[in-house]
């Protein structure tokens, strides 16, 4: 039996994806046609100039936004294909999700916050703090559980908003550049984290990123052009 104190991580197939944007009148095509599988535990950087669709992409695979055409299939399930209730149930306890803005809520704790996933999808409030609280050491903030966020620096921050995305054991974890709006040496502490959790947990992680040092510690780089992927790592090729 899997340990259910270790997230599952998810095998991921992008079929087919498209997604068009209608702006006066006009269509505007941001992704054409992506075909993409991520296989379970693997660590993927996805780069490319602004504009070129990154964000959009992944809020597509976070099922934040719907795609105009084309599937994905999480463990073989076609997500788009439920319902809106069992959607917001699938994307509450499946993935995880990391932004450049951390969004967290500064009037809870950094342990309310990352509490409140897990008793959003049901948990019971004495489980959800122990969670918060094992996470929050993991990250590294043992000594700040009970500190706002207004009372964290930067990469404190974004190491609860890490947390958070873990509340839950999702599968994978989708991070929008997560160390743009932090200084080198933060983002090079969060960068070493992000490895760590994939490595020591086996969760799927899936970055987007203009950091090109962060991209080629990945599993797999990919870029992403006019809507398309271009590969620039082979699978499997992680730098040492």
């Known amino acids: 039996m899997r340990d259910e104190t270790q997230p599952r991580a998810a095998h991921i197939r992008v079929e087919g994806l498209h997604k068009h944007y209608y702006h006066e009148g006009r269509s505007l095509e941001v992704l054409c046609g992506l075909d993409l599988e991520i296989a379970p535990g693997e ?6 100039e602004s504009g070129t669709g990154k964000s ?12 105009t055409e084309g599937r994905v299939l999480y463990d073989g399930v076609d997500i788009f294909a439920q319902g809106e209730e069992a959607l917001s149930t699938f994307r509450n306890r499946s993935i995880g999700f990391v932004f450049q803005f951390h969004y967290l809520i500064n009037e809870l704790s950094a342990e309310e916050n990352v509490a409140l996933p897990i008793m959003i999808g049901g948990g019971r409030r004495k489980a959800a703090h122990e969670r918060a609280e ?3 050491v993991r990250v590294g903030l043992k000594d700040r559980q009970r500190h706002r966020p207004t009372e964290l620096s930067g990469g404190e921050q974004q190491r ?3 947390a958070r995305a873990l509340a839950n054991r999702p599968g994978v974890i989708l991070t929008d550049e997560p160390t743009g ?3 080198e ?7 070493s984290l992000l490895l760590n959790l994939n490595r020591e947990m086996g969760v799927s992680f ?14 797999r780089h990919l ?14 090729e992680r730098s040492l």
Do not use: C
């Not at 660590?43 to 490319?48: D, E, N, P, W, Y």
């Not at 597509?60 to 795609?67: A, F, K, M, S």
């Open 43 to 48: 660590s993927l950087a996805i780069t490319g």
């Open 56 to 67: 959009t992409f992944l809020h597509v695979l976070g099922t934040i936004d719907q795609p």
């Open 134 to 136: 094992e996470l929050l």
């Open 160 to 162: 609860v908003a890490i």
């Open 181 to 183: 709006n932090l200084d």
């Open 185 to 191: 040496r933060t983002a090079n502490d969060v960068h």
């Open 206 to 219: 899936v970055v987007t990123t203009h950091n090109l040092q962060l991209a080629e510690t990945m599993d």
């Open 223 to 236: 870029r992403l052009h006019a809507g398309r992927f271009e590969e620039q790592t082979l699978p499997g």
